[in-house]
């Protein structure tokens, strides 16, 4: 039997991944006796991921799982349908989360071929002790254009 005192973590790694854009759409509107028209919609933007202050949660026990990801975007379509955006992601983090970038140096042993992280630079990027304080943490990508858009492009 697992007492409280031992699911109570102060230190969680996690990665995080905000979402695709979707790609553009290349299509030609074909009417009897015209030339072809550019006719594709552009793709939808990726979803954000923000984490969010609440006083409610006491550990980061609930974020012990490592990968956070948003949603991605949809590509367009023909007859200048625009793909839709991907939803944001909100995760909800304990009061007095310290949130720190973490870059690694990676270097490979020729023995095993195994990679091992040598080096650790640590930067706090945000401090979240006020209570339902929103911090972004990943922007999702921008979607593609369609050929609605950007006329130069003729080629199907």
Known sequence: MMRYDQKFLDKVRVWVLAGNGGNGARAFAKENYLAK??????????????????GRITSLHDLR????????GRQGKGQQRHGTHGMEKTFTVPLGTEIFLVKNSIK?????????????????????NEESQNFLVASGGKGGLGNHKRRDIQEP
């Open 65 to 72: 799982r490592a990968h956070f990801k948003g949603n991605h």
């Open 108 to 128: 490979t042993q020729q023995q095993q071929g195994v990679k091992q992280f040598t080096e650790e630079s640590l930067t706090r990027v945000a401090d979240l």
């Open 37 to 54: 028209v550019p006719d594709g919609g552009s793709g939808g933007n990726g979803g954000d991921v923000y984490f969010k202050s609440s």
